[in-house]
C-alpha cells in the first residue's frame, strides 16, 4: 500500500510564553494576516433592551470573581439584572440557552454584559454587546474579548471591588 504524504504545517495552538501577545493576533499571524483581530458575530440589529446581563461563571472556578461581589453589583447597578448560566452551572432562575447563536443574538441586546474570563463573556463581545470582562490569573493582554464596547478590570480576584466593576460599567 502507498502512504499519500500530505502539505501539513502544524502551527503552535499558544503564543510564546515570554511574548504577551494576544492569542486572536497570534492565529492571525500564523495566516499570514496583520491585527488587530477582532471576532464578530452577525447579528441581527436590535434595539438594546433596558437590562443587564451576569454571567457568573468559567471554565475554571479559580478564574470566578466571588459571586457575593456579583450580587451585591447586581443590587447597585440601577437597572434590572439577568443572571446566565450554562446547563452544569448551578444558578436558579437563570437564563440558560443550548443555541450558541441564539445566546449571542441575545447577549446583544443587552444594555451591558458583565462576566468572568469566559467563553460566553467573548461571545458577548463577538456579538457586539457593551462588555465588562473580569479578568484574575490569566493575562487580559493575552486573553481579553476585543472590541470597542469592552472593559477589563483586572487584578487579583479577591482585591477587585464592586466599585471598579460599577465604574467600568458606567464608563462601557
Known amino acids: 500500500m502507498r502512504r499519500l504524504e500530505l502539505p501539513i504545517e502544524f502551527f503552535a495552538a499558544l503564543p510564546p510564553p515570554n511574548e504577551r ?31 443587564a446581563v451576569i454571567h457568573p461563571f468559567s471554565s475554571s ?10 450580587q451585591e453589583l447586581a443590587g447597585r447597578i440601577g ?9 452544569e452551572e448551578s444558578l436558579d432562575g437563570a437564563v440558560r440557552m443550548t443555541d450558541l447563536y441564539e445566546l449571542a443574538c441575545w447577549l446583544r ?5 458583565i462576566g468572568n474570563d469566559s467563553g460566553i463573556t467573548h461571545l458577548a463581545a463577538a456579538a ?3 462588555v465588562v470582562a ?4 490569566s493575562d487580559p493582554a493575552v486573553w481579553a474579548p ?3 464596547r469592552v472593559r477589563v478590570v483586572a487584578g487579583k480576584l479577591d482585591e477587585i471591588t464592586v466599585e471598579q466593576v460599577l465604574d467600568a460599567v458606567i464608563n462601557c
Open 21 to 51: 501577545v494576544h492569542v486572536a493576533d497570534h492565529f492571525l499571524a500564523q495566516v499570514g494576516c496583520d491585527g488587530p483581530a477582532v471576532p464578530k458575530i452577525d447579528c441581527p440589529e436590535a434595539p438594546p433592551g433596558d437590562f
Open 61 to 70: 472556578p479559580r478564574k470566578n470573581w466571588p459571586m457575593e461581589r456579583f
Open 79 to 87: 437597572m434590572p439584572v439577568r443572571w446566565c448560566a450554562g446547563p
Open 109 to 113: 441586546t443587552a444594555r451591558v454584559h
Open 128 to 130: 457586539g454587546a457593551p
Open 134 to 137: 473580569i479578568f484574575g490569573p
Open 146 to 148: 476585543r472590541g470597542d
